[in-house]
């Protein structure tokens, strides 16, 4: 009887396998060769399941942004307010130093999306972008249905992403303090968007 294998399963089960390889030579420097030693498979089974190295890189950065984002769920399902709702979307992934070699990683990525990129690369981006601005579109809703926030404030979601996208770069070039950074701009920020008493 044949064995069937589930193909979407059997790649994510190499992605997680390859995790920690990415993370220690980077994007770059990884290799076919690398990925399929450390899965335990043949070059040419990797190929079954990708067509490139980018290919099992998306796959690998998705594993991350899954479990970014279900740690960020968690937190927001907690009964908290909205202020510490988009405390911890900023902040969650500064947190811990895998967190922070992720980052590294997704830094990486940026790198060559914006200096080499492919489309594939850009539409990936994207993707990881809209998911994003899904959550803080929900964190504004809540905040909105409790009466914390001010009602209409989805239009800031693009200023809240680029915030982090700063964050991002910055705490990597400019060695800034990744926690007093997002306190200090979250007291203004909250102050245009906190609902007053009338």
């Known amino acids: 009887m044949a064995i069937i294998v589930d193909k979407e399963q059997k790649r994510t ?19 076919i060769s690398h990925i399929a030693k450390t899965a335990g498979i043949g070059k040419g089974t990797v190929y079954e399941y990708f067509e490139n190295k980018e290919d099992i890189v998306f796959e690998i950065i998705t594993v991350f942004i899954s479990e970014y984002e279900q740690r960020l769920l968690e937190v927001l399902k907690k009964d908290i ?10 902040y969650i992934g500064f947190e811990d130093e895998e967190s922070k070699r992720q980052l590294t990683l997704y830094r990486e990525f940026l ?20 998911k994003f601005a ?14 914390d926030i001010c009602e209409g ?12 996208l700063g964050l991002i770069v ?21 102050t245009l968007i ?3 008493d009338t």
């Not at 390859?18 to 994007?27: P, W």
């Not at 060559?112 to 809209?130: D, K, P």
């Not at 899904?134 to 009466?147: C, E, W």
């Not at 910055?170 to 203004?188: G, H, V, Y």
């Open 13 to 31: 089960d190499i992605a997680c396998a390859c995790k920690e390889i990415l993370l220690e030579y980077g994007i770059k420097n990884l290799t």
């Open 194 to 196: 906190e609902k007053k």
């Open 81 to 90: 307010s909205t202020k510490e709702k988009i405390f911890y979307f900023l």
């Open 153 to 164: 404030l989805e239009h800031l979601t693009s200023a809240l992403l680029a915030f982090k």
């Open 134 to 147: 899904l959550l803080i579109t929900d964190i504004f809703k809540d905040g909105m249905q409790r009466g």
């Open 170 to 190: 910055e705490t990597q070039t400019a060695n800034l303090d990744t926690q007093r950074e997002i306190t200090n701009f979250l007291s203004l920020f909250y």
């Open 111 to 130: 790198a060559i999306t914006m200096t080499s990129g492919t489309e594939e690369m850009v539409a990936f981006n994207i993707e990881c972008r809209n």
